[in-house]
């Protein structure tokens, strides 16, 4: 799958829970997490969601990576994992 389409996959999710405000940055720079998007129990449903969409297994380590937490890092980490 291409990286584009994981990323535009990836902002349909985040967008069910609410519009991105992107504050001049670029949208893949997006921190969810840091912006309040996705707060801790909502993480734990993301992600599901994300592991649902995508047919894969997020290991727990990399819960502790900063770039689960944005569109970009969460992109990569999703295209790694197909």
Known sequence: ???DN???KIIEILEKRGPIIK???KITDYNFIENGHVDS???IK???EIE???KISI???LFYSKKI???KGLTWIVKKLL
Do not use: A, H
Request: no cysteine; hydrophobic share 40%; net charge positive.
């Open 41 to 43: 129990v909502g993480f």
């Open 59 to 61: 290991p727990n380590r």
């Open 23 to 25: 504050k001049n940055k």
């Open 52 to 54: 649902t969409k995508f």
């Open 69 to 71: 937490s944005s569109v």
């Open 46 to 48: 993301f992600i599901s």
């Open 1 to 3: 799958m291409k990286i």
């Open 6 to 8: 994981i990323e535009k």
